[in-house]
């Protein structure tokens, strides 16, 4: 049996992940799409909160792996890892962050990490125009410093099992065009 993938898209706000989700799912045969938006709490409790949610992932994704079906998120734990970095939290996640990166890569699944950005930071100034929410305060600044911090941890997972991608999202159409090309996606799925 073919080995299934796990695709994780990340990137700061305004980047266009919604968009690109949406693409791989309806581009995907075979395949689901899951939207996690962490949680508020900020304190203490909310690590704890953030640790026990994403082990209960992990401990479905091991249950899926026979299952012939490609697993697409829009967000999970790195997006955490990178709000803690920055300071939206009172805690560091560091701790939890690896250990559930280490039971990840164990899984058996070809697993790609996606980091959106945009080349042009003002992009961002129209696509935070929109209806949003509350979670994290959005703005320019905010987002171009996420952005730093998620290609900060592709980065740091250059020499794992999980294959890293970069991916401007200037252009939606050049952006399909690349993803295709490495997922191999047919374009008339």
Same mark, same amino acid.
């Given at each position: 049996?073919?080995?299934?993938?796990?695709?994780?898209?990340?990137? /700061?706000?305004?980047?266009?992940?919604?968009?690109?989700?949406?693409?791989?799912?309806e581009n995907i045969p075979s395949s689901n799409l899951y939207r996690l938006a962490g949680q508020k709490n900020k304190q203490e409790e909310g690590k704890k909160i953030s640790e026990?949610?994403?082990?209960? &992932?992990?401990?479905?994704?091991?249950?899926?792996?026979?299952? /012939?079906?490609?697993?697409?998120?829009? @967000?999970?734990?790195?997006?955490?890892?990178?709000?803690?970095?920055?300071?939206?939290?009172?805690?560091?996640?560091?701790?939890?962050?690896?250990?559930?990166?280490? @039971?990840?890569?164990?899984?058996?699944?070809?697993?790609?990490?996606?980091?959106?950005?945009?080349?042009?930071?003002?992009?961002?100034?129209? @696509?935070?125009?929109?209806?949003?929410?509350?979670?994290?305060?959005?703005?320019?600044?905010?987002?171009?410093?996420?952005?730093?911090?998620? &290609?900060?941890?592709?980065?740091?997972?250059?020499?794992?099992?999980?294959?890293?991608? /970069?991916?401007?999202?200037?252009?939606f159409d050049k952006a399909y065009k690349k993803i295709n090309e490495i997922l191999e996606i047919e374009e008339d799925n």
């Amino acid at each position: 049996m073919q080995k299934r993938r796990i695709i994780i898209v990340e990137g /700061p706000q305004g980047t266009g992940k919604t968009t690109l989700t949406n693409y791989l799912r309806e581009n995907i045969p075979s395949s689901n799409l899951y939207r996690l938006a962490g949680q508020k709490n900020k304190q203490e409790e909310g690590k704890k909160i953030s640790e026990k949610m994403y082990l209960a &992932l992990l401990e479905y994704l091991e249950k899926m792996q026979d299952i /012939p079906m490609d697993l697409i998120f829009d @967000r999970t734990f790195f997006s955490e890892e990178v709000y803690a970095r920055l300071g939206y939290k009172e805690y560091s996640f560091t701790d939890v962050y690896k250990n559930l990166l280490e @039971r990840l890569e164990k899984l058996n699944y070809d697993i790609y990490f996606i980091v959106l950005y945009l080349e042009n930071s003002k992009i961002y100034e129209k @696509r935070l125009e929109r209806e949003h929410h509350t979670y994290q305060a959005f703005s320019v600044e905010n987002s171009m410093n996420q952005q730093r911090k998620y &290609l900060e941890i592709k980065e740091e997972l250059e020499n794992t099992m999980i294959k890293t991608i /970069p991916l401007a999202m200037d252009n939606f159409d050049k952006a399909y065009k690349k993803i295709n090309e490495i997922l191999e996606i047919e374009e008339d799925n």
